[in-house]
């Protein structure tokens, strides 16, 4: 019985976050719409990572375990840059990003072509992190606008974790049809990730 609650918030939320998601990618950057989808989506998005983590232990299912664990550092801090625009790391953002390294080295321990190129991803994003934190504690000047760099590069990467999930949930009994399996897995990373190129040099600042 709670394990078919967990999976109906499950859906709920992933449907919820693929919704507002897509509202706030094609909404007015800061505007009203914008700030209230995108509110939308953090909160989803932690629905989906924390249900995620609660089937994947109860169904011994360390794939969606690791995906769970990434896309809540990807919502986390890209929803955080925002609050706090001078990213100053805080001990939670240590302890998220400690967990987060552990679930990358398992993704490229397992040696599956799919987890391995997230693996990779993520280990790069958690690079990227510490990088900047150790200049503030440094208290080194960071490049302007570096909050909405990681807030666009975060948030648009957990849009396309949840649109991953989506495309694999519901194609995958077609997927020796239409295409091989791992395509639907790595579909929205090709798609989406110029869109985050995109938008950091439209919001870059002007020289």
Not at 14 to 27: M, P, W, Y
Not at 85 to 93: A, E, H, I, Q
Not at 162 to 183: E, K, Q
Not at 191 to 207: D, G, H, N
């Amino acid at each position: 019985m709670i394990s078919k609650v967990f999976l109906c918030l499950h859906i709920i939320s992933g449907f919820l976050a693929l919704c507002s998601g897509l509202t706030a990618i094609v909404s007015k950057k800061g505007g009203k719409v914008h700030r209230f989808s995108g509110k939308i989506f953090f909160f989803a998005m932690l629905g989906v990572c924390f249900t995620s983590v609660y089937i994947s232990i109860t169904k011994n299912n360390q794939f969606l375990l690791v995906i769970g664990i990434f896309s809540f550092y990807l919502n986390y801090f890209g929803f955080m840059a925002v609050k706090d625009k001078s990213l100053k790391p805080k001990p939670l953002d240590w302890f998220v990003l400690l967990v987060t390294a552990v679930a990358a080295f398992f993704m490229m321990y397992s040696l599956k072509p799919v987890l391995m190129v997230f693996g990779v991803i993520c280990f790069y994003l958690i690079v990227q992190n510490v990088r900047v934190s150790i200049l503030i504690l440094q208290k080194k000047e960071l490049p302007k606008l570096k909050w909405m760099n990681r807030h666009i590069s975060m948030m648009v990467g957990a849009f396309i974790a949840t649109t991953t999930a989506f495309l694999v949930v519901n194609l995958d009994s077609l997927s020796f049809i239409i295409f091989p399996a791992w395509l639907g897995w790595l579909l929205p990373t090709f798609l989406l990730v110029p869109l985050i190129f995109y938008y950091q040099r439209k919001y870059a600042p002007k020289k």
